[in-house]
């Protein structure tokens, strides 16, 4: 059966990352998750860029966060960008809103600045054998890692991307570039 990549399709760039995950290989299918059913009709998840408050607060209300967390125990695995990172994090500095607690990290959100401060460079990022470009959209960076957490890419001295077992956090947007490399490696993790 072909791996099934499903992406949080509740707010935010969800669209990108589906046609990226279709651009790393012909054997992968890609689903849209909405509800818990969706959910468990996949094998992988990512969670795109958004606004995490809102987000938060609907997988919340309507159980997917707990579904997500139960399929994370089973071993999925689960990438999130940008507002994904954020909602998988342990902690989220000053700041008391829903997640999902997935990773030991803590993160702060914003820190490179307001809507006007994003911006992109090059990244190096384990796992990929060339610079990725990396796209930072009000992008948080992750300040405290806890024991097993591995970190994958730093940008100027500051951890932009971090892996837990099966589960990935990035403060960049690779779905909004050209290059797949990102999502070949998530799809082979
Ligand atoms: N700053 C947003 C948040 O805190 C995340 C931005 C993004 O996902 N591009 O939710």
């Not at 399929?71 to 829903?98: H, K, N, S, V």
């Not at 803590?106 to 460079?121: C, K, L, Y």
């Not at 957490?149 to 960049?172: H, M, N, P």
Request: net charge negative; with cysteine.
């Amino acid at each position: 059966m072909p791996e099934r990549i499903g992406v949080l399709a509740i707010q935010g760039d969800f669209e990108k990352h589906l046609d990226a995950v279709r651009r790393t290989s012909p054997g992968v299918e890609t689903r849209e998750v909405r509800t818990s059913e969706e959910l468990s009709a996949i094998d992988r998840l990512i969670i795109p860029g958004g606004e995490s408050t809102t987000v938060g607060l609907l997988l919340e209300r309507y159980g997917l966060g707990e579904a997500i967390c139960r399929r994370a125990q089973e071993g999925m695995p689960i990438w999130g960008t940008c507002m994904g990172m954020i909602l998988l994090a342990r902690e989220i500095e000053g700041r008391d809103q829903y997640r999902l607690g997935l990773l030991d990290i803590t993160v702060v959100r914003n820190a490179f600045g307001a809507q006007i401060h994003s911006f992109e460079d090059t990244v190096a990022f384990a796992g990929v054998d060339h610079p990725v470009t990396g796209v930072f959209i009000r992008a948080p960076v992750v300040c405290r890692v806890g024991d097993g957490v591995e970190v994958l890419s730093r940008y100027q001295d500051r951890i932009v991307a971090v892996r837990a077992g099966r589960v990935v956090g990035t403060s960049f947007h690779p779905e909004l570039t050209d290059d797949v490399s990102v999502h070949r490696w998530f799809v082979d993790l």
